[in-house]
């Protein structure tokens, strides 16, 4: 069963006041039922009036599971419409009051911590060991042999979108990644140490960006290791490709209107941080099986104005039904079908979320997912919102921890309603702000390295 948590939360914002009420009466004749049978409209063109230019594409029919390019990494995936329509010719909006005129603004009070598990790497192993000494499932991979490459010049600069070969002593590529923005990459090598000699498997890392190129052999010994490259740290124009992947089931309507305000207040500061970052935004919604739809994406645009009218100010949180969500075809869908930028980018991902996904549906892998994100340079960050159980906390922490993000998580008062320092997650020594604060101090942080 979902679980609610008590109290309501008004439905909408000042600022989208007159789209969502023109919305709600374009839709009004749907939910009524009319019969729209005799309207000459392309269903592979039109869906519930939204046109082709609206932004939101149209990948396929993930519910039985199907999965965009084995390489998860950046791009349009093959069958993938750039910029379609909604699913099944279902809104996003549907049950939207039409009364939205007379409704009071949206409080955006939310409090949120985080915590980066690669940092306190002890405690989250400690974390991880006793999760899963739990028996519940999820699809884990073996960190335990965890290795973090990082890339800087001969003056300390990290190196944005390097890649990364890695090969082990049979001359076998075991990972090609592409570095963050402070020039890290992370793999994860074998454990297992040589019965004859005693020895740890060696490896060797290839690191190229533009016409420069090293190799350089890792001390077998060691976990962390520094190559120096002196290739441009960065292109000359700061790139950030920010995308939104969101849960709009119903259990998360008690928040959705908050979430959806303080999305807007971090994609408009994002928009206006020092430097003047070229910056896109996207977003990926996703509900279950047996709703209206199960994911749509609304690609990459510079144009933040039409990514909130068009966008954000469009989500509706409804359907669901079981606790679990479609978060891996949602996840699949995010990192393979919407148009990232290769070089010289940073590229987020921010799950807004309350359940884990479905792992009865025998579709994509998230883990492999988390693994090809990181290697096309994609970071996610989760944001647990109220209701996540110790399953979706220990996923959005794995999503989060193999791209080398951070976890989020709101926080709330003691009445469990009201913002505060309190959380139900496996943490602790966390600073708390507001949540559009909080994301957009992390996205700063991701710039800064460019600026080092």
């Known amino acids: 069963m979902r679980r609610y948590r008590a109290g309501s939360i008004r439905h909408a914002l000042a600022r989208g006041v007159a789209a969502l009420a023109a919305m709600a009466l374009a839709f009004t004749s749907c939910a009524a039922g009319e019969d729209r049978s005799d309207e000459s409209v392309d269903a592979e063109s039109s869906h519930g009036g939204w046109t082709h230019d609206e932004g939101w594409s149209d990948p396929g029919d993930h519910g039985a599971g199907t999965t965009g390019p084995a390489t998860g990494g950046v791009g349009i995936a093959e069958d ?28 955006t009070n939310l409090s949120a911590g985080s915590v980066d598990d ?29 290795q973090i490459v990082t890339v800087s010049t001969s003056g300390g600069a990290g190196v944005l979108g390097a890649t990364v070969e890695i090969t082990d002593s049979t001359g076998a590529v075991v990972a090609t990644l592409r570095t963050f923005a402070d020039g890290r990459a992370m793999f994860f090598g074998s454990t297992e140490v040589d019965p004859n000699s005693q020895e740890r498997r060696t490896y060797t890392a290839t690191v190229a960006k533009g016409d420069e190129s090293v190799t350089q052999e890792l001390d077998p010994e060691a976990t962390s290791h520094s190559v120096v490259l002196d290739a441009d740290p960065h292109g000359e124009a700061v790139q950030l490709d920010v995308l ?15 979430l959806k305000a303080n999305m807007i207040s971090v994609a408009q500061q994002i928009d206006e941080l020092p430097g003047e970052p070229d910056v896109r935004f996207a977003m990926t919604v996703y509900r279950d099986r047996d709703d209206s739809f199960q994911t749509n994406t609304f690609d990459f645009t510079d144009d933040i104005d039409f990514f909130i009218s068009e966008g954000l100010q469009k989500v509706q949180a409804n359907g669901g039904g079981d606790y679990p969500e479609m978060l891996s075809e949602a996840f699949n869908e995010a990192i393979t079908a919407p148009a990232w930028r290769v070089d010289d980018t940073v590229k987020l991902v921010f799950l807004v979320a309350d359940a884990p996904p479905h792992l009865d549906y025998g579709g994509p892998s998230y883990a492999d997912d988390a693994l090809s994100a990181a290697a ?11 209701g996540l159980d110790a399953q979706g906390e ?27 320092e309190e959380t139900t997650m496996n943490v602790d020594d966390y600073g708390v702000l507001s949540l559009d604060e909080l994301v957009v101090q992390l996205v700063s942080e991701e710039l800064a390295h460019l600026n080092a």
């Not at 939104?244 to 908050?258: A, H, K």
Request: no cysteine.
């Open 80 to 107: 993938a419409s750039p910029v379609l329509s909604p699913t099944e010719g279902e809104a996003l909006s549907e049950e939207v009051s039409t009364t939205l005129a007379g409704s009071e603004v949206v409080d």
């Open 118 to 146: 690669n940092e306190k790497w002890e405690e989250y192993l400690l974390y991880r060991q006793a999760f899963l000494a739990s028996g519940v499932a999820v699809e884990d991979v073996d960190v335990g042999g965890r």
């Open 244 to 258: 939104f992947l969101i849960d709009v089931t119903g259990s998360m309507s008690d928040e959705i209107e908050q």
């Open 376 to 386: 096309a340079g994609i970071k996610v960050l989760p944001v647990a919102s109220s």
């Open 394 to 420: 220990y996923v959005y922490r794995q999503l989060a921890q193999l791209t080398m993000g951070r976890f989020v998580f709101l926080t709330y008062g003691a009445d469990g309603v009201s913002p505060g």
